[in-house]
């Protein structure tokens, strides 16, 4: 049998992987009809949105909705007639861990995936090739083809691939546009490696062919998350780092900067934080520590768990930090937290620092005063009555206050917290801010934006993640 020519796709879950992902497909396989479908009719009703008020901020994909949409692209919740329609079907439902029964904490929620499997089983009347989008753990996609052969149709055939996604957000749509690579992974059956061929079809419409990787199926589930566990121990290793830094006066980005010039380590991922957020690398490093302790590996699973440790200690040591500079104490103090997704460019909280350092401030009775650009405020009520349990949302509203703009979060604020990368906040009339805030005015900047030495000329007394005063 020939590999199939792909001429429709489904995509299960219109989501930050699945919605960007698939209408890049869209947009530059025009010849292909894509339908991506999810159960949250809210969502696909923005993604439908005649304004174009999608459901996720991405800079550029607007842009690529506005050219696809209507022409091959489609959102719908009609799940079983996208399955029915197509050739080929992406799975990219959601994969929290999970919060509770057998490796609660650590273990990715397969329900969703499982969910979105015997749909397709259900529905399915003609051969499909499956793909998992989603990052799952090693060995998922075995559980999904013997749901699928156990419950489909006589003369159904599944081919089961791996095609996990490495867009970051905020660079999704340049990610997808020139991807560093396109990882392919099936069975190495003639069945497989046609499958695979057809899927590689669709990438190389717009990526060069020696960037589109072809392996094994489990090698490539797993590539996912060692890719993200290694990006992630970069960080961890240079925040802790950074803790010497500031223990000996040594400069945290003098030091990176003088490290990731040698060819074999790279300048990437080397910039110092308050901790590393995002749906990903905690989830996927915890789902590696569960892969271990199960196959009976426990220095390898202790080894991976120090980088999430190291993460965790990074965003303590710096709401530690606040509070020790301002007297040690910041009861009743006001205290400007700028930035509340988890990294620029990003309307996503998922792990988010600042909810962390919120939680600490708040804990330690500040009144917190958050601005960020993009989130939602909805969202950042859902994250802190979630981080602040028990506790209803009208206590937490007496403590902590949402404002439209920087100069309205620092107002009378006794400090400023920067706790996510956005551009504006490096432009801001740091002047303007200085003469509403109370004296002496702080500033901790917990990733490295900001002019330190303009600012102290200002009069603030400021502190950057990784750098000593001593
Ligand atoms: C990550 C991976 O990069 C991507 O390949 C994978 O598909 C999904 O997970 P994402 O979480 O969207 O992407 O963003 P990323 O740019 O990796 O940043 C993750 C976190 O690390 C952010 O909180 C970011 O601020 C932080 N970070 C990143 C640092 O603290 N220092 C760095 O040097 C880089
Ligand atoms: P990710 O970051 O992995 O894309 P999201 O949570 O942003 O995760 O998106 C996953 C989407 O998948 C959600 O919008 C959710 O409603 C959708 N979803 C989950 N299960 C199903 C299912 N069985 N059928 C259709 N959509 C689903």
Redesign the pocket.
């Known amino acids: 049998m020939a590999p199939v020519k792909v001429s429709k796709i489904c995509c299960i879950g219109a989501g930050?992987?699945g919605g960007p992902t698939c209408a890049v497909i869209a947009l530059k396989c025009p010849h292909i009809q894509v339908t991506i479908v999810d159960l949250n009719q809210a969502r696909v009703d923005a993604w439908n949105s005649p304004d174009f008020k999608l459901p996720i901020y991405e800079p550029g994909l607007e842009d690529v909705v506005r050219q696809a949409r209507g022409r091959n692209l489609f959102f719908s919740t009609n799940v079983d007639k996208a399955i029915l329609e197509a050739d080929l079907i992406f799975v990219s439902v959601n994969t929290p861990t999970k919060k509770s029964g057998v490796g609660a904490g650590f273990a990715a929620d397969l329900n969703y995936v499982e969910l979105a499997t015997r749909r397709i089983a259900a529905v399915a009347e003609s051969n499909k090739i499956v793909v998992e989008k989603s990052?799952v753990p090693c060995r998922t996609a075995e559980s999904m083809r013997t749901i699928l052969e156990a419950n489909s149709k006589p003369n159904c055939r599944f081919d089961i691939l791996s095609n996990?996604?490495?867009?970051?957000?905020?660079?999704?749509i340049a990610?997808l546009f020139s991807p560093d690579r396109v990882l392919i992974g099936s069975l190495q059956t003639s069945e497989g490696l046609d499958a695979s061929k057809s899927l590689a079809d669709v990438y190389a419409n717009w990526v060069p062919t020696e960037r589109i990787l072809t392996v094994g199926l489990w090698s490539s589930e797993l590539s996912?998350l060692a890719?993200?566990a290694m990006?992630?121990q970069?960080?961890s290793s240079?925040?802790a780092l950074s803790a010497i830094c500031e223990a000996t006066g040594a400069n945290i980005d003098e030091v990176a900067h003088a490290v990731g010039f040698d060819s074999r380590i790279g300048p990437?991922?080397?910039?110092?934080?308050?901790?590393?957020?995002?749906?990903?690398?905690q989830k996927?490093i915890l789902n590696l520590v569960y892969l271990s302790e199960s196959l009976h590996l426990p220095e390898v699973a202790a080894y991976w768990r120090q980088v999430v440790e190291m993460n965790e200690y990074q965003k303590r040591r710096f709401a530690k930090t606040v509070v020790d500079t301002l007297f040690k104490t910041i009861t009743g103090k006001r205290i400007a937290v700028l930035g509340f997704a988890?990294?620029?460019d990003?309307g996503?909280t998922r792990?988010?620092?600042s909810i962390t350092l919120i939680k600490d401030f708040y804990a330690e009775k500040a009144l917190v005063r958050v601005y960020d650009p993009q989130v939602e405020h909805e969202q950042i009520w859902m994250d802190l009555t979630e981080a602040i349990p028990g506790t209803p949302v009208d206590s937490i509203k007496k403590q902590v206050t949402l404002c439209p703009s920087v100069l309205e979060a620092c107002e009378g604020a006794e400090a400023v917290v920067i706790a996510?990368?956005w551009k504006e906040f490096k432009e801001v009339d740091w002047a303007q801010v200085y003469s509403k805030m109370e004296k002496p005015a702080f500033v901790f900047d917990g990733?490295m934006i900001l002019d330190a030495d303009a600012l102290t000329k200002i009069g603030f007394k400021v502190t950057t993640i990784g750098r000593g005063s001593v």
Not at 164 to 171: I, S
Not at 268 to 281: H, I, Y
Request: proline residues 2%; negative net charge.
């Open positions: 930050y992987v990052t996990p996604e490495f867009l970051a957000e905020g660079t999704a990610d996912k890719a993200n990006l992630a970069r960080i240079v925040n990437k991922f080397l910039r110092a934080s308050v901790g590393f957020g995002g749906s990903c690398f996927d988890f990294k620029a990003t996503d792990e988010s620092a996510t990368e990733r």
